[in-house]
């Protein structure tokens, strides 16, 4: 194993503590933990499943399976086999261990986005393979690059990959025999533009051969806290990891599953939590504008990336002082050392505190 960075949120608690003393109380845009309440249809199934002493198993019931594949179809042109569909125990196990799952190792190169969530990174070194930040993918010589992760919409940058940007990705990695994993968990949060899915036929020509895609229900459904996430695609693939996930005890709990298999069944729920973080977005993102900022990219997805083109950090500090907390861009890589990234993941009253204070 590669050393693994230090965590980078433990950077920020002195920052935490000095918008925590601002008299009106700290308005949280660091994490994009869900604030929302979890809807109903998924509370109800949860319950409904209490009662689950026996073990479920590691590919999931047939129902979940069956609702995850619906959701796909219904909501994103894709089709796949539910015998595709793998559940997940959240979708940052999934993207910690994959590098692992798949046999990657030392030697190997994981090619990572240049501005990437912090845990394609620790994957790579989990299985003491080498990250390589890139958002090209020319440059990579002779070596090995088993593994390529594509993230659209971005987090943190909220930019979107079009379907002709992932076409190319999916062409070099099959010449080369490269998995590409692509985590769509904000795919549902589309504003300026609508993202496509890696596993869409106008970007994979209908084969999902050497592809893979991750789907999330923290943000869609706020079930954060019930770690309830997917991996469909290759069906070669699916059925590796599911047989080490098998070996690992790598298992969703079963009234997780019922849940989870509700949630992907009804639509409004998440269709009204969308237009919550549309009306959020409406209110933080002109505020910030007015007060300096400017944003960049952020088409879709949970955040706004911004900057007022000085290190991060003093950007951090600035918005502490008037007790808001953000995120630094160089969390997300080097690239990042002159942005921040902003949250709508706060209650609608928490946002209109934060505007008022960008006055």
């Known amino acids: 194993m590669i050393g693994l960075p230090d965590f980078p949120w433990d950077r920020l608690v002195p920052y ?5 003393a601002h008299p009106g109380g700290i308005v949280d845009l660091s994490v994009g933990t869900p604030v929302d309440p979890v809807p109903a249809v998924a509370r109800e199934a949860l319950a409904g499943a209490a009662d689950s002493p026996g073990y479920p198993l590691t590919h999931g019931t047939e129902r979940l399976r069956a609702s995850a594949a619906g959701w796909l179809a219904r909501r994103h042109g894709v089709t796949v086999d539910p015998a595709d569909v ?5 979708s940052k196990e999934l993207v910690a261990w994959l590098p692992t799952l798949l046999g990657v190792g030392p ?12 845990t394609y990174d620790v994957g790579a070194r989990i299985a003491g393979a080498t990250p390589h930040a890139s958002d090209g993918l020319l440059g990579l010589g002779p070596e090995r690059a088993p593994l390529v992760w594509v993230n659209s919409p971005s987090n943190p940058t909220g930019r979107v990959l079009p379907a002709e ?13 490269s998995v590409v994993a692509s ?17 869409h036929p106008d970007v994979c020509g209908g084969s999902h051969e050497g592809l893979l895609a991750v789907h999330s229900l923290s943000k869609r459904s706020n079930l954060a806290g019930y770690r309830a996430a997917f991996v469909t695609g290759d069906p070669a693939l699916v059925k590796r990891l599911l047989e080490v996930r098998k070996h690992a005890g790598m298992i969703m709990p079963a009234p997780v599953q019922a849940a989870m298999a509700a949630a992907l069944d009804d639509d409004r729920h998440a269709a009204d939590q969308r237009e919550l973080y549309g009306a959020r977005r409406a ?3 002109p ?3 007015k ?9 879709a997805g949970l955040y706004l990336w911004a900057t007022d083109d000085r290190n991060c950090w003093d950007q951090v500090d600035a918005l502490a002082k008037i007790g808001i907390l953000v995120a630094p861009g160089d969390f997300y890589g080097q690239a990042g050392a002159s942005h921040i990234r902003i949250a709508m993941t706060a209650s609608d009253e928490r946002i209109n505190a934060a505007v008022l204070r960008l006055q």
């Open 16 to 20: 935490k503590e000095r918008a925590l």
């Open 86 to 90: 793998l559940p997940t125990i959240g």
């Open 107 to 118: 030697g190997d190169r994981v090619v990572i986005p240049s501005l990437a969530y912090p």
């Open 165 to 177: 940007h992932l076409r190319k990705v999916v062409a070099w990695a099959r010449e080369r025999g």
């Open 183 to 199: 985590d769509e968990c904000y795919i549902e949060l589309g504003w300026e533009e609508q993202p496509v899915s890696i596993l």
């Open 283 to 285: 209110l933080l993102r």
């Open 287 to 289: 505020a910030l504008e």
């Open 291 to 299: 007060a300096g900022w400017r944003v960049e990219h952020s088409t």
